[in-house]
Each structure stands twice: as structure tokens, then as C-alpha cells.
């Protein structure tokens, strides 16, 4: 009976591909684990101090909706010194990036609106845009990932609300480079769609410098998260960054789903402007070119340039969950492209993971490919 209970837009949410993998994953030992999106390193000391201080002061009850007030300035102040010609964008945090994604696309999208998405994509924003009712159109970047104008502006209808733009990008590890994030910046603007900008690997460049398309169309909303750049996915907190109409109805949601991102945490994040993540952002640069340098001649793929992923191609004739499942008879851990992408002929390979487990994952899939080739 339960059954029949269920609302029929969790049909189109399928998350069988990723299940799967972390099945698989729990029933290893000591895998070499070149699966999870998070980074490998410890939440800096100043930042857990602040977070054990707070909750040791009490504050752990409801902060204000928009997030505490000295973090909200904070944050003000840096998107001003960003962005000092946008006077109407407002900022405020979130739950993580993904509750920033979730309000911005209940804020935004009417059932039946498209949304453009570059193929691949992270995984979370088809399952968000089924979730506000809205319709997935795909762009395709194969084979290097990188934003094809024509490509994206053949995919607007009248119908079309918004695109969804990442860059670094998860799981490519593209950057866009700025006559890219123009490009996208530009069909936006000329068709007065809105533009969502997930930026929460803007730390993560190696090779270009970080563009933002908010840099181009002052309606950009964006995006960002502290998951990543101070390794605390755990703790829930982002923060988004556009025109006020927009941020004020995100608010407004906030209030009744999130309520607030988590409080004590938000006191540690303070915190944040006083360390520097440079060395990490050298150790993960220095760990793609392990990356690259241990597999691209069996494995071709574009040099990732940010993020902490490598989308590497399969070899000839062969599924990315059998793929997959070979790699976990060999202790290893990776997932098959498809669950990021219409096609299925890449995988994806995090390497947020320390030498000794990039090495074993490089000697594994290294073997894998002889055997699978020959
Ligand atoms: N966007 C992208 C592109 C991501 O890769 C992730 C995490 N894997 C998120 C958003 C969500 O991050 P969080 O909610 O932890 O901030």
C-alpha cells in the first residue's frame, strides 16, 4: 500500500547508479577508494576551535534564517570587494551548496520549465530540477568539456528558465576559461535566462585562473560552499550570492525548510579568513599530475585543471559498471561515468586521497587495463 503513497516525481530521481558503488564499497576492507567528493585533508585548527568554542558558549540554538550576522558580513563585504559595481547582490548562508541548489531551484523553476545542464554534470542537479517540477535539457561537452556556444544556444526553447553552470567542474575537473564563462554569461543574458553559478571548487584551479560569469552578467546567481575548501563537507554550510529579489525569496524558503545552516558551525567558519589553503591547493595540483602522468597514456582524457577529478575514458567496448565491478574485485573503488552523464564511456577518479592510494589505484587500473584490452 506504502507503495502508492509515493509521489510519482521520485520516479524520475534515480540514484541506482551510485548505490550500487557504495554497496560494493561497504563490503571491502581497505579499499583504495578513488570514489568520494571530499577532500582528504582535516578542517584547519582555527576553524574547529571556533566551532567547539561556540558550542561550548551555548550557541546552539536557531541562528537568524539568513545565517549569523558577523559571517553574513563578512561575506557581504567580500562579494562587494568582488563585485563593486552589482549594488542590488545580497548574500546569505546556506545549508551547504546543496541547500543553496535546492532553494534556488524551488525559487526558480515552474513545472514544465527547462534547465540547461552541461553533460556531465553533478549528479545532484538532474534529481533537483525533477524535484522543482522542471525538465532537464542536456548539453553536450564531449570530448574535451569545454562550453560550446553553439551547442548550448541550439538548446534554448521558449520554454528554457535557466542554466546551470559549473566550473571547476565536478566530474571533469574542467575549468572554463574565460571566453568560455563568457560565452554562457552571454546566451543568459541575451535570452534573460536565469544563471546559476556553482562555484564551490573556485579554490581548486591549477593551470587557469578562476572566471566567474557573474563577472559578465550581474544576474549570475552563485553559489559556493565551505565543504570543499576547508574539509568540512559534514558541516553543512554555503552561502549564495545575486539580485536581491532572488536571495530574498531564497530566504524566505530557507525559513520554512532549512531554517538556518547549522549555528555553532557558522561560528567556525568565521574563522576561515584566517587561514590560507594555498599549500593544499599545491598538494592537490601536485596530485593530478600523479594522476595524469600515471594513466593518460591508457586512459585518455583532458588534463583536469580544478576540482579534485579526473574523467577518464574506458577502454574500447566496455560498460562503466563492469568496469567498475572489475575495479572492486581489485580492492578499487571508482565511479562509471554514466552515473554523471547520458553516455557511458568514461569513469571518474577522485584523487582527494593520499599518494600511497593514488599509487595503488594507478598500479590497479593500470593491470586492469591489460586485462581488459588484451
Ligand atoms: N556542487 C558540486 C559541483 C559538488 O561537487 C558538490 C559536492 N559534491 C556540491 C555542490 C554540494 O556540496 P555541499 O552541499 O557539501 O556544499
Known amino acids: 500500500m506504502s507503495r502508492a503513497w509515493i509521489a510519482r516525481r521520485m520516479e524520475q530521481i534515480d540514484s541506482s547508479g551510485i548505490r550500487r558503488m557504495f554497496d560494493l564499497a561497504a563490503r571491502l576492507e581497505n579499499p583504495i577508494n578513488l570514489s568520494i567528493g571530499q577532500p582528504d585533508f582535516p578542517v584547519p585548527e582555527p576553524i574547529k576551535q571556533a566551532a567547539v568554542e561556540a558550542i561550548g558558549q551555548d550557541r546552539n540554538g536557531y541562528s537568524p534564517t539568513q545565517g549569523i550576522a558577523p559571517l553574513v558580513e563578512r561575506l557581504q563585504q567580500q562579494v562587494v570587494a568582488q563585485y563593486p559595481q552589482h549594488a542590488d547582490r545580497e548574500v546569505f548562508v546556506t545549508s551547504g551548496t546543496s541547500g543553496g541548489?535546492?532553494?534556488?531551484?524551488?525559487?526558480?523553476?515552474?513545472?514544465?520549465?527547462?534547465v540547461i545542464v552541461f553533460d556531465p554534470y553533478f549528479v545532484m542537479y538532474p534529481a533537483l530540477v525533477a524535484m522543482a517540477g522542471g525538465k532537464v535539457v542536456l548539453v553536450d561537452t564531449y570530448p574535451d568539456f569545454r562550453i560550446n556556444a553553439e551547442r548550448l544556444e541550439a538548446a534554448i526553447t521558449p520554454r528554457t528558465k535557466a542554466i546551470l553552470f559549473n566550473s571547476p567542474a565536478n566530474p571533469t575537473g574542467h575549468v572554463a576559461d574565460e571566453a568560455e564563462v563568457r560565452?554562457?554569461?552571454?546566451?543568459?543574458?541575451?535570452?534573460?535566462?536565469?544563471?546559476?553559478?556553482?562555484?564551490?571548487?573556485?579554490?581548486?584551479?591549477?593551470?587557469?585562473?578562476?572566471?566567474?560569469?557573474?563577472?559578465?552578467?550581474?544576474?549570475?546567481?552563485?553559489?559556493?560552499?565551505?565543504?570543499?575548501?576547508?574539509?568540512?563537507?559534514?558541516?553543512?554550510?554555503?552561502?549564495?550570492?545575486?539580485?536581491?529579489?532572488?536571495?530574498?525569496?531564497?530566504?524566505?524558503?530557507?525559513?520554512?525548510?532549512?531554517?538556518?545552516a547549522p549555528h555553532p558551525l557558522q561560528w567556525g567558519a568565521l574563522a576561515a579568513w584566517e587561514v590560507d589553503m594555498q599549500e593544499v591547493v599545491r598538494q592537490y595540483r601536485r596530485k593530478r599530475d600523479l594522476i595524469y602522468q600515471g594513466l593518460a597514456d591508457l586512459y585518455p582524457m583532458p588534463r583536469p585543471q580544478g576540482a579534485f577529478y579526473?574523467?577518464?575514458?574506458?577502454?574500447?567496448?566496455?560498460?562503466?559498471?563492469?568496469?567498475?565491478?572489475?575495479?572492486?574485485?581489485?580492492?578499487?573503488?571508482?565511479i562509471p561515468g554514466s552515473v554523471f552523464s547520458a553516455r557511458d564511456t568514461h569513469f571518474r577518479i577522485s584523487y582527494a586521497a593520499s599518494d600511497e592510494t593514488l599509487r595503488r589505484g594507478i598500479e590497479v587500473l593500470r593491470k586492469l587495463h591489460r586485462r581488459v584490452v588484451s
Open 101 to 114: 541548489l535546492v532553494l534556488a531551484l524551488l525559487v526558480l523553476v515552474e513545472p514544465g520549465d527547462e
Open 183 to 260: 560565452a554562457v554569461a552571454q546566451v543568459a543574458q541575451r535570452h534573460h535566462l536565469a544563471l546559476i553559478s556553482d562555484e564551490i571548487y573556485r579554490l581548486f584551479c591549477y593551470d587557469v585562473p578562476f572566471v566567474s560569469p557573474a563577472q559578465f552578467y550581474p544576474e549570475t546567481l552563485v553559489l559556493e560552499g565551505f565543504s570543499k575548501t576547508y574539509g568540512m563537507t559534514g558541516w553543512r554550510l554555503g552561502y549564495a550570492h545575486g539580485p536581491r529579489a532572488v536571495i530574498r525569496e531564497m530566504i524566505k524558503l530557507q525559513q520554512f525548510s532549512f531554517v538556518c
Open 310 to 334: 579526473a574523467f577518464a575514458q574506458l577502454p574500447p567496448n566496455t560498460c562503466g559498471q563492469e568496469f567498475a565491478q572489475r575495479a572492486v574485485e581489485e580492492q578499487l573503488l571508482i
